[in-house]
């Protein structure tokens, strides 16, 4: 949700249609205030009232506004099926097309986007932007195919079950931007629901290991946002990002000082950049010599934001932007001094894999930026930035990113560039996402290699390999049914690391199939399903033993019997697909159960929705006791799956 959570990137959306009704205004307001939480809740439900035929092109209007709202939420996802929508409905701003076109770039659907961005062109053949993003697109294809040997890890030591982000290395300790649910203050952002940020640290003990992150001393946190961070040389004078909000006013985005005393920071003072008070200040970044200060603005410039810097000593009349080189029409943020001719920092601007990309930026000394994208894993389709290295012989360090997490929360994740190797590891959990110790991984190579070891207590496994070689890998465990997956390793370079990771199935409980999509009110499966299926299918084929039965389950609306019913034929067209993929119509059954078997929460829906209690059973009076809508929608949410129960394990044994 890097539109609010990066604190400073508040766009003016300009009110549309305000006079066609109290809702709308309201959800425009909210918009105009970067209020985007808010404002899709409230063209939703306004979506969803729109239902008769003269209300289409109001009903398109509202679609679009909404992927406006989930564009900047970074819910890529939603907000492309929104401008499909828009689109559908006849909206007549060719934007929509174009937008769509940057949603599917940003959920890594690549061709897709391709033809979404070439589609707009033959309207807008001039487009830079639909240019840029087609490029990348491209480009994205083949950088997705030619990882480099950056190895990137979710920091789990670090990260909230909120956003956590823009880590800062400074000496010996790790400052970062966090919305976990012990900040400063009780009220929730309207723009993203989440507590506002504070600044946390984390130190290391005497044998040098990391602690977890607390908050900073002093007086430097408040209600109001602050975060993202650089230093003085010296370390004793931050420069920070601080959002200040008052009723129905947009965001006040600004760079603040604070100063160190031992070790509490003091009460945060403005610091003035220009008189401009209508432009946003963010992201300061201050270069190792201390001359300068680097920042991001939405000032008048190359376009939306830009990189800027000012002499930090002299000021007036020191502003320089860093020009067409490193800025473009799109954003350019979270700039970052490695050396005073070496920057990193983040555009979704230049061609890239999608969204916001990392990319280093190399000064000449004809003056010239040479900018290259630091490709695969530092950068995904998702939304990657706010790097910073720790000081050492071997590059490595901090970034976040909202990269695998459906909720588009920021989380942080470490790199490093290893000396060259070769080796395969991973996680091996259940369902839930709970570690499963002690299973058993087989890597068979096509060069004869066969290869046997077991996870650890944390469900991790490493294995050695060879380049240039296709494996199979087996994963299973008592218990569970086993896993198989098959990749060969890389050519081009000496050696390489690969994560793997493996899902097992249990033997004795439902196993939820995530991503299985009916039409509305029918049985029909939506083409986006078909990955989910074949997965069900292959783990079918790599388990040839078992029998399952498919079971489908609706929510609380709607009779009985139509929910049976219609559970009953979705369930059915599950295993339509099975046999038509081959497997034997003898293993599959299937059962519609209606809303008779209300889901009982695990660990994993918990943490997905952190409302909700692990054992909490979501029956229709649970969910009519829920304190809002929004609630309610995501406990029926819950209770919509498809899943499958093992039924047998002794299929064609005797």
Known sequence: MRHYIYLFSIIIFVSLGACKGPKLSTADAQMQRGEYFDASKTYRQLYNKLTKREERPLRGEVAFKLGEAHRMLNQYARASAAYQ????????????????????????????????YEEYLMVKPESTAALTGLEGARKAQYIKEHPTRYVVKSSKLFNSRRADFAPMVQGDMLYLTTTNEKVTGDNKSEITGMKKSDIWVAKKNERGEWLRPEPVEGELNSADDEGIVSFSPDGNTMYLTKARRAPNHNTSVEIFTSQRSDAKWSAPVKFDITADTISTFGHPAVSPSGEYLYFSSNMPGMGGKDIWRININERAGSLENLGEDINTGGDEEFPYMLTDSIMYFSSDGHPGMGGLDIFQAVLQPSGKWVVTNMGIPMNSSNDDFGITFIPGDIPQGFFSSNRGDNRGYDHIFTFELPDLKINLSGYITDMDEEPIANAVIRVVGNDGTNRRTTSRDDGSFSVPLQRGITYA?????????????????????????????????????????????????????????????????????????????????????????????????????????????????????????????????????ARLYPLFKE?????????????????????????????????????NLY
């Open 85 to 116: 929508n828009a689109i559908r409905y006849g909206y007549p701003d060719e934007s929509a097309q174009l937008h769509m076109a940057q949603m599917l770039h940003a959920e890594g659907k690549y061709t897709q986007a391709i033809r979404a």
């Open 473 to 605: 890998m087996m994963a299973g465990a008592k218990g569970y049914l086993n896993a198989r997956q098959e990749f060969t390793t890389d050519t081009t370079e000496v050696d390489a690391d690969y994560g793997v990771d493996f899902m097992l199935a249990s033997l004795s409980k439902p196993n939820i199939v995530e991503n299985i999509f009916y039409d509305f009110d029918k049985a029909t499966l939506r083409p986006e399903s078909q990955e989910a299926l074949d997965g069900l299918a292959q783990m079918l084929r790599d388990n040839p033993n078992i029998t399952i039965e498919m079971a489908s389950h609706t929510d609380r609306i709607g009779s009985d019997e139509y929910n049976l019913n219609l559970s009953h034929r979705r369930a059915k067209s599950v295993i339509d697909y099975l046999i038509a993929a081959g497997i034997a119509p003898d293993r599959l059954q299937y059962q519609g159960y209606g809303k008779s078997r209300p889901m009982v929460v695990t660990k994993r829906v």
């Open 615 to 651: 054992g909490d059973t979501l029956t229709e009076e649970f969910i009519l006791a829920l304190d809002n809508e929004a609630d309610r929608e995501a406990a029926d949410q819950i209770n919509r799956r498809t899943e499958f129960n093992v039924l047998s394990i002794d299929y």
